[in-house]
């Protein structure tokens, strides 16, 4: 699933800490940014594999700041670049686990680690997606993942992720490489969700599909 990338990030051992000042971390990022509407099932950046990002500059901490304040007005717990019409392998979060510890931070190029057999263990909750506005579906996912990526200065990073915060980089990863939630569902399950979404009103602004 992954592009080749030029990077050193198998000799990063350490994971980030993204729950020390979460809260002013991301009140930062979200006050320097500019929130933007959210684009929706249909819209082409979100059914195409993203570009990898390969100015690491100003341009780029803008972005991640406008993602922040996009994340916040929709009341969202992760947000991936094509979301709001970037063609970009960028996703951000500010997500709990199931401990309630809050995560927040960004990926930038992410790449999804395989997990060993014993780490696989399916959480079959329910998922949503801000592009896919009011409609929610259970999906099996791992309890646990790890995720690794660049900062914003280009430095290999890694994140790992338990319980719902698993299944926060899972769906934003898989957002970069131009596949929804919605497409690991089962036709059925899938033309429910879409249905709901038809039927519900989102609470953000969106951008309308011609």
Known sequence: MASQQDTDQ??????????????????????RGTSR????????????ECRDVTAFDGELAQ???DMFASQRTAEGVGL???????????????????????????????????LPADRRVLDESNEGCLS?????AALARPDYAV???????????????????????????????????????????RKDALRQMEEGTPRYPVVAND
């Open 132 to 136: 896919v506005p009011t409609a929610y």
């Open 37 to 48: 509407p959210i684009t929706v099932v249909g819209n082409p950046v979100l059914h195409r």
């Open 63 to 65: 972005l991640i700041d």
């Open 147 to 189: 995720v690794s990526g660049r900062d914003a200065q280009g430095n290999p990073i890694r994140v790992e992720g338990t319980g719902y915060f698993a299944r926060c980089l899972q769906h934003e990863t898989d957002h970069v490489y131009g596949r929804l939630y919605i497409d690991r569902l089962s036709k059925r399950d």
């Open 80 to 114: 991936a670049a094509n979301q709001i019409g970037v063609d970009a392998k960028v996703f951000v979060y500010d997500c709990p686990d199931d401990d309630g510890v809050r995560h927040v931070g960004y990926v930038i190029n992410p790449v999804l680690e395989e």
């Open 10 to 31: 198998s000799l990063v051992d350490e994971f980030i800490n993204d729950t020390e000042d979460a809260e002013a971390r991301e009140l930062a990022h979200r006050e």
